[in-house]
Protein backbone atom coordinates (compact mmCIF):
# COMPACT_ATOMS: atom_id res chain seq x y z
CA UNK A 1 0.00 0.00 0.00
CA UNK A 2 1.75 3.55 -0.74
CA UNK A 3 1.73 5.81 2.12
CA UNK A 4 1.13 9.23 0.71
CA UNK A 5 2.00 12.91 2.51
CA UNK A 6 -1.37 14.26 0.99
CA UNK A 7 -3.88 11.85 3.25
CA UNK A 8 -5.96 14.92 4.28
CA UNK A 9 -6.50 16.10 1.01
CA UNK A 10 -10.55 15.28 0.37
CA UNK A 11 -9.33 14.23 -3.31
CA UNK A 12 -7.56 11.31 -1.72
CA UNK A 13 -10.65 8.95 -1.04
CA UNK A 14 -12.24 9.80 -4.43
CA UNK A 15 -12.07 6.95 -6.69
CA UNK A 16 -10.20 6.45 -9.77
CA UNK A 17 -12.27 7.54 -12.50
CA UNK A 18 -13.59 10.63 -10.85
CA UNK A 19 -10.06 11.74 -10.62
CA UNK A 20 -8.90 10.89 -14.04
CA UNK A 21 -12.18 12.59 -15.24
CA UNK A 22 -11.29 15.79 -13.25
CA UNK A 23 -7.63 16.05 -14.62
CA UNK A 24 -8.59 14.84 -18.07
CA UNK A 25 -11.18 18.02 -17.90
CA UNK A 26 -8.60 20.15 -16.32
CA UNK A 27 -6.21 19.34 -19.53
CA UNK A 28 -8.25 20.00 -21.96
CA UNK A 29 -8.92 23.17 -20.81
CA UNK A 30 -5.12 23.88 -20.60
CA UNK A 31 -4.52 22.63 -23.85
CA UNK A 32 -7.42 24.97 -25.38
CA UNK A 33 -5.67 27.89 -23.63
CA UNK A 34 -2.08 27.27 -24.92
CA UNK A 35 -3.81 26.67 -28.38
CA UNK A 36 -5.13 30.37 -28.25
CA UNK A 37 -1.99 31.77 -26.62
CA UNK A 38 -0.41 29.90 -29.63
CA UNK A 39 -2.06 31.97 -31.99
CA UNK A 40 -1.71 35.51 -30.45
CA UNK A 41 1.79 34.94 -29.76
CA UNK A 42 3.43 32.77 -32.29
CA UNK A 43 6.99 33.64 -31.62
CA UNK A 44 7.10 32.35 -28.38
CA UNK A 45 5.81 28.81 -29.70
CA UNK A 46 8.29 26.65 -28.33
CA UNK A 47 7.12 27.60 -24.97
CA UNK A 48 3.54 26.37 -25.44
CA UNK A 49 4.88 23.41 -27.63
CA UNK A 50 7.12 22.57 -25.40
CA UNK A 51 5.45 22.49 -21.89
CA UNK A 52 1.84 21.63 -23.31
CA UNK A 53 1.00 20.93 -26.43
CA UNK A 54 4.02 17.96 -27.07
CA UNK A 55 3.01 16.57 -23.59
CA UNK A 56 0.83 13.42 -22.56
CA UNK A 57 -0.38 14.60 -19.60
CA UNK A 58 -1.47 17.26 -17.04
CA UNK A 59 0.96 15.78 -14.77
CA UNK A 60 3.58 15.15 -16.87
CA UNK A 61 3.15 19.06 -18.71
CA UNK A 62 3.57 20.32 -14.57
CA UNK A 63 6.75 18.65 -14.10
CA UNK A 64 8.23 19.15 -17.25
CA UNK A 65 7.67 23.56 -16.67
CA UNK A 66 8.51 23.49 -13.17
CA UNK A 67 11.71 21.15 -14.28
CA UNK A 68 13.04 23.38 -17.46
CA UNK A 69 12.87 26.39 -15.05
CA UNK A 70 15.22 24.50 -12.23
CA UNK A 71 17.29 22.62 -14.94
CA UNK A 72 21.16 23.57 -14.65
CA UNK A 73 24.42 21.74 -15.47
CA UNK A 74 24.23 19.87 -12.45
CA UNK A 75 20.13 18.72 -12.94
CA UNK A 76 19.34 18.54 -16.33
CA UNK A 77 15.61 18.29 -16.79
CA UNK A 78 15.87 14.95 -17.80
CA UNK A 79 16.81 13.76 -14.37
CA UNK A 80 14.48 16.74 -12.97
CA UNK A 81 11.43 14.96 -15.10
CA UNK A 82 12.66 11.47 -13.85
CA UNK A 83 12.59 12.71 -10.42
CA UNK A 84 9.60 13.63 -10.19
CA UNK A 85 7.59 11.09 -11.74
CA UNK A 86 9.53 8.82 -9.32
CA UNK A 87 8.32 10.47 -6.76
CA UNK A 88 4.19 10.64 -7.92
CA UNK A 89 4.84 6.64 -7.98
CA UNK A 90 6.18 6.60 -4.49
CA UNK A 91 3.04 9.24 -3.09
CA UNK A 92 0.04 9.81 -5.80
CA UNK A 93 -1.00 11.92 -3.60
CA UNK A 94 1.29 14.67 -4.71
CA UNK A 95 -0.64 14.86 -8.25
CA UNK A 96 -4.15 15.72 -5.98
CA UNK A 97 -2.31 18.08 -4.38
CA UNK A 98 -0.67 20.19 -7.76
CA UNK A 99 -4.13 20.11 -8.85
CA UNK A 100 -5.82 21.39 -6.56
CA UNK A 101 -2.63 24.11 -6.40
CA UNK A 102 -3.40 25.37 -9.54
CA UNK A 103 -7.12 25.70 -9.33
CA UNK A 104 -6.49 27.85 -6.02
CA UNK A 105 -4.23 30.47 -8.27
CA UNK A 106 -7.45 30.79 -10.79
CA UNK A 107 -9.63 30.99 -7.73
CA UNK A 108 -8.23 32.99 -5.73
CA UNK A 109 -5.58 35.56 -7.51
CA UNK A 110 -8.01 38.32 -9.10
CA UNK A 111 -4.88 39.34 -11.70
CA UNK A 112 -5.32 35.69 -13.43
CA UNK A 113 -8.00 34.35 -15.61
CA UNK A 114 -6.42 31.36 -17.37
CA UNK A 115 -4.74 28.16 -15.72
CA UNK A 116 -1.74 28.72 -18.56
CA UNK A 117 -0.70 32.31 -16.30
CA UNK A 118 0.17 29.87 -12.78
CA UNK A 119 1.00 27.06 -15.50
CA UNK A 120 3.63 28.94 -17.66
CA UNK A 121 4.48 32.04 -15.78
CA UNK A 122 3.80 32.12 -11.59
CA UNK A 123 6.89 31.34 -9.88
CA UNK A 124 5.03 30.55 -6.67
CA UNK A 125 2.95 27.69 -8.35
CA UNK A 126 6.23 26.60 -9.26
CA UNK A 127 7.82 26.71 -6.40
CA UNK A 128 5.38 24.63 -4.50
CA UNK A 129 5.72 21.91 -7.23
CA UNK A 130 9.91 22.33 -6.21
CA UNK A 131 8.81 22.21 -2.65
CA UNK A 132 6.66 18.93 -3.14
CA UNK A 133 9.61 17.00 -4.81
CA UNK A 134 12.14 17.92 -2.42
CA UNK A 135 9.86 17.05 0.86
CA UNK A 136 9.85 13.39 -1.00
CA UNK A 137 12.99 13.01 -1.29
CA UNK A 138 13.69 14.43 2.25
CA UNK A 139 11.01 11.60 3.30
CA UNK A 140 12.67 9.09 1.46
CA UNK A 141 16.18 10.19 2.77
CA UNK A 142 17.61 11.76 0.14
CA UNK A 143 18.77 14.27 1.41
CA UNK A 144 21.51 15.98 -0.36
CA UNK A 145 18.91 15.91 -3.80
CA UNK A 146 16.23 17.76 -1.57
CA UNK A 147 18.62 20.17 -0.37
CA UNK A 148 19.91 21.06 -3.55
CA UNK A 149 16.33 21.41 -4.85
CA UNK A 150 15.75 23.91 -1.96
CA UNK A 151 19.17 25.65 -2.56
CA UNK A 152 18.00 25.84 -6.27
CA UNK A 153 14.69 27.40 -6.11
CA UNK A 154 15.65 30.02 -4.12
CA UNK A 155 17.90 31.26 -6.54
CA UNK A 156 15.43 30.44 -9.41
CA UNK A 157 11.76 31.26 -7.72
CA UNK A 158 13.17 33.01 -4.62
CA UNK A 159 11.59 30.86 -2.02
CA UNK A 160 12.95 29.08 0.82
CA UNK A 161 11.31 26.43 1.85
CA UNK A 162 12.72 23.93 4.17
CA UNK A 163 12.61 20.20 2.22
CA UNK A 164 10.82 18.58 5.85
CA UNK A 165 8.08 21.87 6.00
CA UNK A 166 4.65 19.86 5.64
CA UNK A 167 2.45 21.19 2.97
CA UNK A 168 -1.34 20.32 1.94
CA UNK A 169 -3.06 21.29 -1.02
CA UNK A 170 -4.43 24.43 -2.72
CA UNK A 171 -1.90 26.10 -1.56
CA UNK A 172 -1.51 29.69 -2.96
CA UNK A 173 2.19 31.37 -2.98
CA UNK A 174 1.34 34.93 -4.38
CA UNK A 175 4.19 36.31 -6.33
CA UNK A 176 6.52 34.01 -3.57
CA UNK A 177 9.23 36.30 -3.63
CA UNK A 178 11.01 36.78 -0.23
CA UNK A 179 9.31 33.55 1.44
CA UNK A 180 10.79 31.28 4.37
CA UNK A 181 9.60 28.18 5.53
CA UNK A 182 11.00 26.79 8.46
CA UNK A 183 11.90 23.14 8.87
CA UNK A 184 8.97 21.93 11.60
CA UNK A 185 6.01 24.12 9.93
CA UNK A 186 3.35 22.93 8.65
CA UNK A 187 0.89 24.54 5.97
CA UNK A 188 -2.34 23.05 6.00
CA UNK A 189 -5.40 22.61 2.68
CA UNK A 190 -5.96 25.89 0.97
CA UNK A 191 -3.85 28.57 2.62
CA UNK A 192 -2.48 31.76 0.81
CA UNK A 193 0.89 33.09 1.41
CA UNK A 194 1.79 36.06 0.07
CA UNK A 195 5.26 37.49 -0.83
CA UNK A 196 7.98 38.06 1.64
CA UNK A 197 6.48 36.55 4.65
CA UNK A 198 8.69 34.12 7.26
CA UNK A 199 6.91 31.45 9.06
CA UNK A 200 10.06 30.88 11.23
CA UNK A 201 11.60 29.90 14.48
CA UNK A 202 12.25 32.74 17.09
CA UNK A 203 16.16 31.59 17.26
CA UNK A 204 15.08 30.36 21.05
CA UNK A 205 13.53 27.17 20.79
CA UNK A 206 15.16 24.08 19.32
CA UNK A 207 12.97 20.84 18.06
CA UNK A 208 9.38 22.03 16.89
CA UNK A 209 9.66 25.76 16.59
CA UNK A 210 7.68 26.47 13.41
CA UNK A 211 4.35 28.13 13.22
CA UNK A 212 1.04 25.48 12.49
CA UNK A 213 -1.04 27.22 9.72
CA UNK A 214 -4.26 25.41 9.55
CA UNK A 215 -6.89 25.41 6.77
CA UNK A 216 -7.80 28.36 4.28
CA UNK A 217 -5.29 30.58 6.34
CA UNK A 218 -4.64 34.28 4.74
CA UNK A 219 -0.95 35.23 5.64
CA UNK A 220 -0.29 39.06 4.23
CA UNK A 221 2.59 40.37 2.68
CA UNK A 222 5.67 41.08 4.73
CA UNK A 223 3.99 39.16 7.70
CA UNK A 224 6.57 37.83 9.63
CA UNK A 225 5.57 34.40 12.23
CA UNK A 226 7.55 33.53 14.56
CA UNK A 227 7.38 30.15 16.59
CA UNK A 228 5.50 27.38 17.47
CA UNK A 229 1.95 28.85 17.32
CA UNK A 230 -1.08 27.83 16.00
CA UNK A 231 -2.53 30.30 13.30
CA UNK A 232 -6.45 28.98 13.41
CA UNK A 233 -8.45 27.80 10.31
CA UNK A 234 -9.35 30.66 7.89
CA UNK A 235 -7.33 33.67 10.15
CA UNK A 236 -5.98 36.45 8.37
CA UNK A 237 -2.60 37.69 9.42
CA UNK A 238 -2.68 41.35 7.73
CA UNK A 239 0.48 42.69 5.44
CA UNK A 240 3.18 43.70 7.41
CA UNK A 241 2.32 42.29 10.67
CA UNK A 242 4.77 40.73 13.61
CA UNK A 243 2.75 37.29 15.04
CA UNK A 244 4.24 35.78 18.23
CA UNK A 245 1.18 34.45 19.90
CA UNK A 246 -1.43 31.82 18.91
CA UNK A 247 -4.38 33.29 16.41
CA UNK A 248 -8.15 32.47 17.36
CA UNK A 249 -9.89 30.40 14.16
CA UNK A 250 -11.74 33.14 11.89
CA UNK A 251 -9.81 35.90 13.49
CA UNK A 252 -7.82 38.76 11.49
CA UNK A 253 -5.20 40.28 13.52
CA UNK A 254 -2.51 43.03 12.07
CA UNK A 255 0.34 45.33 13.56
CA UNK A 256 3.52 45.05 14.81
CA UNK A 257 3.26 42.84 17.36
CA UNK A 258 0.13 41.39 16.10
CA UNK A 259 -3.44 42.78 17.51
CA UNK A 260 -6.60 41.03 16.81
CA UNK A 261 -8.78 43.81 14.85
CA UNK A 262 -11.34 41.41 13.56
CA UNK A 263 -13.53 37.98 14.30
CA UNK A 264 -15.36 37.46 10.90
CA UNK A 265 -18.19 34.95 10.39
CA UNK A 266 -17.46 31.58 9.56
CA UNK A 267 -19.74 32.15 6.76
CA UNK A 268 -17.33 34.47 5.40
CA UNK A 269 -14.49 32.20 5.21
CA UNK A 270 -13.11 31.16 1.00
CA UNK A 271 -14.59 27.74 0.42
CA UNK A 272 -11.93 24.99 0.56
CA UNK A 273 -11.00 24.58 -2.82
CA UNK A 274 -10.59 20.80 -2.09
CA UNK A 275 -14.24 20.86 -0.84
CA UNK A 276 -15.43 22.04 -3.93
CA UNK A 277 -13.75 19.87 -5.87
CA UNK A 278 -15.24 17.10 -3.60
CA UNK A 279 -18.59 17.76 -4.34
CA UNK A 280 -18.48 18.33 -8.24
CA UNK A 281 -19.05 15.82 -10.98
CA UNK A 282 -17.47 15.81 -14.33
CA UNK A 283 -19.78 17.85 -15.55
CA UNK A 284 -19.59 20.38 -12.97
CA UNK A 285 -16.23 20.44 -13.26
CA UNK A 286 -15.83 20.94 -16.72
CA UNK A 287 -18.41 23.65 -16.67
CA UNK A 288 -16.75 25.73 -13.84
CA UNK A 289 -13.31 25.93 -15.18
C1 LIG B 1 -5.96 42.65 7.19
C2 LIG B 1 -6.62 42.84 5.87
C3 LIG B 1 -6.95 41.46 5.29
C4 LIG B 1 -7.86 43.68 5.96
O1 LIG B 1 -8.76 43.15 6.90
P1 LIG B 1 -10.12 43.91 7.23
O2 LIG B 1 -10.81 43.07 8.23
O3 LIG B 1 -10.85 44.18 5.95
O4 LIG B 1 -9.58 45.22 7.88
P2 LIG B 1 -9.85 46.76 7.52
O5 LIG B 1 -9.24 47.07 6.20
O6 LIG B 1 -11.29 47.06 7.72
O7 LIG B 1 -9.00 47.47 8.63
C5 LIG B 1 -9.34 47.37 10.01
C6 LIG B 1 -8.30 48.15 10.79
O8 LIG B 1 -7.06 47.46 10.74
C7 LIG B 1 -6.05 48.30 10.18
N1 LIG B 1 -5.20 47.50 9.29
C8 LIG B 1 -5.58 46.81 8.20
N2 LIG B 1 -4.53 46.24 7.64
C9 LIG B 1 -3.46 46.56 8.40
C10 LIG B 1 -2.09 46.27 8.33
N3 LIG B 1 -1.61 45.49 7.33
N4 LIG B 1 -1.27 46.72 9.28
C11 LIG B 1 -1.75 47.49 10.29
N5 LIG B 1 -3.05 47.83 10.40
C12 LIG B 1 -3.89 47.36 9.47
C13 LIG B 1 -6.81 49.35 9.38
O9 LIG B 1 -6.06 50.53 9.24
C14 LIG B 1 -8.04 49.54 10.23
O10 LIG B 1 -7.71 50.36 11.31
P3 LIG B 1 -8.70 51.58 11.72
O11 LIG B 1 -10.01 50.90 12.06
O12 LIG B 1 -8.01 52.20 12.89
O13 LIG B 1 -8.81 52.43 10.54
C15 LIG B 1 -5.73 43.63 4.90
O14 LIG B 1 -5.51 44.93 5.45
C16 LIG B 1 -4.39 43.01 4.62
O15 LIG B 1 -3.39 43.29 5.26
N6 LIG B 1 -4.39 42.13 3.56
C17 LIG B 1 -3.19 41.54 3.02
C18 LIG B 1 -3.04 42.10 1.64
C19 LIG B 1 -1.67 41.94 1.03
O16 LIG B 1 -0.80 41.25 1.54
N7 LIG B 1 -1.53 42.57 -0.14
C20 LIG B 1 -0.33 42.48 -0.92
C21 LIG B 1 -0.74 42.37 -2.36
S1 LIG B 1 0.66 42.36 -3.43
Known amino acids: MVRSAYKHLSLVSKGATNLRDITDALWLRLREEAQEAYKRAPMLAPLFVDSILDQPSFEAAVFHRTSARLKNDTIPLSLLVETFHRAVAGDPGIVLALRADIHAVVERDPACERFIEPFLYFKGFHAIQTHRLAHWLWNNQEIDFAL ?17 AQFGGGIFLDHATGLVVGATAVVEDDVSVLQNVTLGGTGKETGDRHPKVRRGAIIGAGAKVLGNIEIGAYARIAAGSVVRHPVEPHTTVAGVPAKVIRKNDAEDSTCSVNQAINELSYDVFSYMI
Open 148 to 164: YLQSRSSDVFQTDIHPA
